[in-house]
C-alpha cells in the first residue's frame, strides 16, 4: 500500500506515472550470446568475425556502414574525445524517438544529467571491455502519452592506433498506445 502511495504522490507531483526502468541488460557478453533482436543479432555476429583473437574491439575500419543497409536507420556512431563523446551519426529511426538532437554534438552538452549518466556508463563500459553490452529499457512514461521502450545494442571499435575509439549504438524502438 505504501508503495502504491508513493507512486500516486509521484504522479502527483512530478507528472511522470513511471520513470525510466531496466526490462533487460546483459553487460558481460561472449561470442555465442544472441540478444533476440534479428538485426541486432546480425550485426553482432559480424562483430564477432570481425575481432581479433585478442582482447581488443576491432578496428574500426572493419566496419563498413554501407555494407549493411538495413542496419542504418537504426544506428548512431559516436566518436570519444578525452572523456567526452561526440555523436557523429543518428539514423532516422533513431532521430525521431529522441528529445534532443545529438548528431554533431557532444552527449554531455546535450543530455539531460539523468540520461548521460546511463549513456556514459553503458559507453565505458564497452571501450573499458572492448565487448558489447546490451540493454532494454522504458523511456519515462507521463499520464496521456504513448510508453516508448527500447532496446540498445553498444558496439565498441577501437580507433587508428588506439586513439579515439568509437561506438555504434543499434536501437530498436516500440511504442505502445496507452490510453488513461
Known amino acids: 500500500m505504501a508503495a502504491e502511495t508513493a507512486m500516486t504522490m ?3 507531483v512530478g507528472g511522470c506515472v513511471s520513470p525510466p526502468r531496466i526490462l533487460r541488460e546483459h ?10 533482436v534479428g538485426l ?7 562483430w564477432w568475425a570481425w575481432k581479433d583473437e585478442g582482447e581488443t574491439a576491432p ?3 572493419a566496419f563498413k556502414p554501407f555494407d ?3 542496419l542504418l536507420p537504426h544506428i548512431t556512431v559516436s566518436e570519444k574525445h578525452g572523456e567526452r563523446y561526440r555523436c557523429k551519426i543518428v539514423g532516422e529511426a533513431v532521430r525521431s524517438h529522441l528529445p ?3 548528431a554533431g554534438g ?4 546535450v543530455l539531460p544529467p539523468e540520461n548521460l549518466q546511463d549513456v556514459m556508463m553503458r ?10 553490452n546490451f540493454v532494454e529499457k522504458t523511456m519515462a512514461w507521463h499520464a496521456g502519452c504513448d510508453l516508448i521502450s527500447y532496446r540498445s545494442l553498444q558496439l565498441p571499435f577501437a580507433g587508428a592506433d588506439n586513439a579515439n575509439p568509437r561506438i555504434v549504438s543499434v536501437l530498436d524502438f516500440r511504442v505502445e498506445n496507452i490510453a488513461i
Open 10 to 12: 509521484d504522479v502527483l
Open 27 to 36: 553487460r558481460d557478453m561472449c561470442a555465442t550470446d544472441a540478444v533476440d
Open 40 to 46: 541486432m543479432d546480425y550485426i553482432l555476429e559480424k
Open 59 to 61: 578496428l574500426w575500419s
Open 68 to 70: 549493411h543497409p538495413r
Open 100 to 102: 534532443v538532437k545529438l
Open 106 to 109: 557532444y552527449f554531455d552538452a
Open 123 to 132: 559507453f565505458g563500459w564497452a571501450v573499458e571491455t572492448q565487448a558489447p
